[in-house]
């Protein structure tokens, strides 16, 4: 009897726990985000949609690194975006278990030079987990 009840108990753990991991999935799959997460363009002075990135969403508590979510012009997931300032690289500081967002398949990485912007003024380099193709990035317009 024992044995049956621990049973049930890691049944009903394993739904609560794996039904809010996909809700949460969900929840980022889709703009906006929730949680701590903001419009970047709220925050800073940078429109609400870029060219080639999309709409981007922090949570300001993890700047300037990240996570950014990136979305497309239909609210879709596209990336996951990091901005690592060249000052830390050269100064050899780690970035240890960077936030990604939940549930995509990541199906290429970017990583380029970028000289500062609203938000993040220093020079600094992206780092994109990409969850779309190269042609549908190269769409995002």
Request: proline residues 8%; aromatic residues 12%.
């Amino acid at each position: 009897m024992r044995r049956l009840s621990l049973i049930i108990m890691l049944l009903v753990f394993s739904f609560l726990a794996f039904g809010e991991i996909s809700h949460y999935a969900l929840a980022q799959e889709t703009a906006p985000p929730g949680g701590k997460y903001k419009k970047v363009s709220s925050l800073v002075k940078l429109p609400d949609f870029l060219p080639g990135l999309g709409t981007l969403y922090v949570d300001q508590a993890t700047l300037p690194a990240g996570p950014f979510l990136a979305y497309d012009h239909e609210g879709g997931l596209v990336s996951t975006v990091y901005m690592i300032p060249l000052k830390d690289i050269n100064d050899h500081k780690a970035f240890n278990d960077l936030a990604v967002a939940q549930g995509p398949k990541v199906d290429h990485v970017d990583l380029y030079y970028n000289a500062g912007h609203p938000g993040v003024d220093e020079p600094h380099y992206h780092i994109i987990l990409w969850y779309i193709s190269p042609e549908k990035v190269a769409a995002l317009k």
